[in-house]
């Protein structure tokens, strides 16, 4: 890791640590917006990551995102960094201004379009996008559509669409939003990098980094406690039961990491379709079993709403699903495996 | 606890354009060879193979270029590898000398014993075996009893391994014996020997493995002399070497490849426009090797880096072999297919022959439970 990243991944550690408390995340439950941790983290430059300095961001690459989305995982943070950190790249790569302030991104479901159409010089946009990430909270809503078979980048601004109000397991906002002939603020052909299916696409890269980082915290955390609770009069980390499952978490987390490293490395290079299909699918699989490890081993006090596990059990859960699950991202990566055929699986995989 | 480090990073150019010729050297070597014969992966054992493997400089090939090796870097036998065991490439009678026997000697054998030995590996002419298990030392390997006794001029050795793969083919064992007995302190007195196969005083008996094939045997010695100087290392550091020895082979491709042979049968099999489910499953099996693939070069750059990654591997081979036997479950439960010996489809013939060595994939090399445990120290837990 390069030094840049290093210190990157102290900044961010230090600012989560001390700020996403369990206070923090009741009150993001209860429907409070954390306000000031929003504006430490973009005072910390953490938000534009991708976009270049000269336009206001830090001018870095997606393994440099990476540092970011993985701690904003592990510390389950209640704001759109993720979001914002795509729908700025998004912005940026189609020659768009990044407006400050958190940005979700839209459509999310697959069978879900937004229809983008000319009106005078301008744009007005409609369609129905639900569940979107942090909806109500986002001052804008970076949108990828298709206009005549081209994928085009469009921004709105909070209000421009009627809002009804959803949530995940988590209680993190998902909303749907409505659009009816609504104004857009800015539209440009999306840039090369961009596909027609971009906010799907990187929407599951960062849910792979989001959870593989949520990961490291179960890991960290189930560990701990093996060593700390005590029955039959020692910890039960010495009992084998719990070592042989706590290695198999491990193995998990490991391989998560690994997956959604490899995904933004891709990104850096073009042309990630393959590898953030395996993340989604191989982080996704940890997740599950890493929630269910980590549960266990914490026995009836880690099933308490008083004990702050679940803050990330339940963002595992739901992400998992999101961007599409384990299942639809096993489907994509199996038909292009199976087109290119048996003998090409080889070169292919050490060619990545 | 300890924090898991997986790093990805490029393989040199230079791995990168052996890959190519290794390639194409195997698509000579190999030809058509049936989809069954691939799938032994490294148990296949062919003396004229590994010659001509010697003969590419291919054997031994990060080793001194005084005692036979090419001074590679490990990224480049890293390729050759992936690259052998990818194909299916019978690699066995060299691939015991290359990543054990061989580096244990460079490590703690004497002067004599690498010039004598070391140079006859690289060529491919010498193939090992390693006898650590006993009737009564599986996991618990440091209870081992075979007794070596200083007798004028060497050892005097008696007693049984087992499990000792390919013996009956290899020209050399390197054995662990006990030549001090302390019941307190079974980690003492094991000392590690290079012990001639045709050794006086040594009898072998296959043990037939539960598919009807015989790699494994019985070595009984019978006041067998080993001499002096075939000691590899001092008297009583024997357990140290084995634990050295044994971290040489946690997280290279054999332990995520091994069923790799299947997963291509099994595209062949779904074709090039799969329905829903068999999509979900190639594709699934494919997300897990590509991350493998990953965590294992990962350990292999630490490796070249210096770095003592011991954690990182057993986290590899767990994760690994646990893959490696899920695939025969997965497409058992796809395709229904039965699994065959002789009879059937390639696909049905890989299935038998894969589903009938799968178990040994978390045995060999130290068990599954004895490897989580490792991860478990380093976990913090013990």
Redesign the interface.
């Known amino acids: ?1 390069n030094e840049l990243r290093t210190i990157l991944g102290d900044v961010v550690t230090r600012l989560f640590t001390d700020r996403v408390t369990k206070e923090l995340l009741e009150s993001a439950e209860q429907g409070q917006w954390p306000d000031d941790l929003w504006q430490a983290v973009e005072e910390n430059g953490l938000t534009l990551p991708l976009v270049p300095e000269s336009k206001g961001g830090a001018g870095g690459t997606w393994g440099d995102a990476l540092v970011v989305v993985r701690a904003a995982g592990r510390h389950a943070v209640p704001l759109p960094l993720a979001e914002t950190i795509v729908g700025s790249w998004f912005l940026s790569e189609a020659g768009l201004e990044a407006p400050s302030g958190p940005l979700t991104i839209a459509p999310v479901h697959r069978d879900d379009t937004l229809r983008l159409t000319r009106a005078g010089a301008g744009w007005r946009l409609s369609g129905t996008a639900a569940r979107v990430p942090w909806g109500r909270a986002a001052g804008h809503v970076v949108i990828v559509t298709g206009v005549e078979g081209r994928p085009m980048v469009a921004l709105t601004a909070r209000g421009a669409g009627e809002v009804t109000l959803d949530q995940n397991l988590a209680r993190e906002p998902r909303d749907t939003l409505v659009f009816d002939a609504a104004p857009v603020v800015a539209a440009a052909p999306a840039g090369g990098r961009v596909p027609a299916n971009a906010v799907w696409l990187y929407g599951a890269l960062v849910r792979s980094a989001q959870m593989a980082g949520g990961l490291d915290y179960l ?2 955390q189930a ?2 406690y ?2 700390e609770r005590r029955q039959f009069g020692k ?1 039960i ?2 009992f ?1 039961a ?3 499952n ?3 978490l ?6 998560a ?3 959604a ?2 995904a933004f ?1 891709a990104a850096d290079r073009g042309d990630p379709a ?2 953030i ?3 989604k ?2 982080v996704g ?1 940890a997740a599950g079993i890493g929630a269910s490890i980590t549960h266990q081993a914490h026995g009836a006090i880690g099933f308490t709403y008083e004990h702050a596990l679940h803050f990330v059990t339940r963002r595992l859960w739901s992400w998992r699903a999101e961007f599409g699950g ?2 639809d ?7 292009s ?3 290119r ?3 090409a ?2 070169p292919h ?2 060619a ?1 | ?1 300890q924090t ?1 480090r ?3 990073g490029d393989l040199p150019a230079e791995a990168e354009s052996l ?1 190519a010729e290794v390639r194409e050297f195997l698509r000579r070597e190999l030809g058509d060879a049936a989809p069954v014969r691939r799938a032994h992966s490294w148990g296949g054992f062919d003396r004229e193979f590994s010659r001509k493997m010697g003969a590419r400089g291919w054997i031994g090939m990060t080793w001194p270029k005084r005692y036979g090796g090419h001074e590679r870097s490990a990224l480049e036998r890293y390729v050759l590898l ?1 690259e052998m065991l ?1 194909a299916g490439a019978p690699v066995s009678a060299h691939w015991i000398a290359d990543r054990q026997s061989g580096p244990l000697l460079l490590r703690f054998g004497t002067e004599a014993q690498r010039e004598k030995f070391l140079p006859a590996i690289t060529r491919g002419e010498l193939a090992f075996a390693i006898g650590m298990s006993e009737p009564d030392s599986g996991s618990d390997l440091a209870s081992l009893r075979t007794r070596a006794e200083r007798v004028a001029g060497g050892y005097r050795v008696n007693g049984t391994k087992v499990w000792t793969s390919n013996a009956h083919l290899a020209d050399y064992m390197i054995a662990t014996f006990r030549t001090h007995h302390d019941p307190a302190k079974k980690h003492e007195g094991l000392t590690q020997f290079l012990v001639d196969t045709k050794l006086e005083g040594i009898t072998m008996s296959p043990i037939i493995d539960l598919a009807g094939s015989h790699h494994f045997n019985m070595v009984v010695f019978e006041d067998a002399f080993v001499p002096e100087d075939m000691r590899v290392g001092e008297e009583g550091a024997g357990w140290k070497q084995v634990t050295t020895e044994l971290a040489f082979e946690r997280s290279g491709p054999e332990r995520y490849l091994s069923s ?1 042979a299947l ?3 099994l ?2 099999e ?5 329905g ?1 489910r ?7 099996l ?10 294992s070069l ?1 350990v292999a750059l630490m490796l070249q880096a210096g770095e003592n990654p011991n954690l ?1 591997a057993a ?1 590899v081979k ?2 690994g072999t ?1 893959f490696e036997q899920e695939v025969p479950e997965v497409v058992h439960a796809l395709l229904g297919v039965e699994p065959t010996i002789d009879s059937g489809s390639d696909l049905q013939q890989v299935l038998g022959f894969l589903t009938q060595r799968a178990p040994s994939f978390s045995l060999r090399g130290g068990t599954r ?1 004895i ?3 490792i ?2 120290r ?5």
């Open positions: 890791m890991l960290r560990s701990q093996a060593t910890p980390g010495s084998q719990i070592q042989q706590l290695a198999v491990a193995g998990h987390t490991a391989a990491g690994t997956a490293a490899h490395r393959f590898e299909a395996a993340a699918v191989r699989e384990e299942g991202w096993a489907v994509e990566l199996g038909r495996v199976a087109e055929g048996a003998d699986l080889w995989l050490t990545r | 606890m898991f997986f790093e990805l890959r992936e990818a790799f997963v291509l049968e595209i062949r779904v074709g090039k426009d799969p829903e068999a999509a979900a499953t190639v594709g699934r494919v997300a897990h090797l590509t991350t493998l693939r990953q965590m990962s990182e986290v767990d994760v646990t439970e490897l989580r445990g991860i478990a380093g976990l913090g837990l013990r």
